[in-house]
């Protein structure tokens, strides 16, 4: 068993919706923005912005903590569910 730590930064996100996302799949929320879903532990940082040229964008950073066979298929959940296309 391996304990590992994963952080994620995704632009472009409220954090609304990815707490509403960690909600959704059962997480106990055990402090504002910190979660234990499937075993592991998952904290929503504040919201921060970053800009591109005339762009006002949301950040967050999103750490995942557990072992890696918990949260490499929740990580991927997670990725899959707010992947975006641009164009």
Known sequence: MIFAE?????RG??????IDYFKSMHGEEVSDGKFIVRESNVEVSEESFIHIG????PA????????TELIEP????FSLNFLRAGG
């Open 6 to 10: 994963k952080a994620l930064e995704m």
């Open 13 to 18: 996100i409220r954090r609304a919706e990815i």
């Open 54 to 57: 005339s762009f006002k964008l």
């Open 60 to 67: 967050i950073k999103v750490k995942f903590r557990g072992t």
């Open 74 to 77: 929740l990580i991927l959940a």
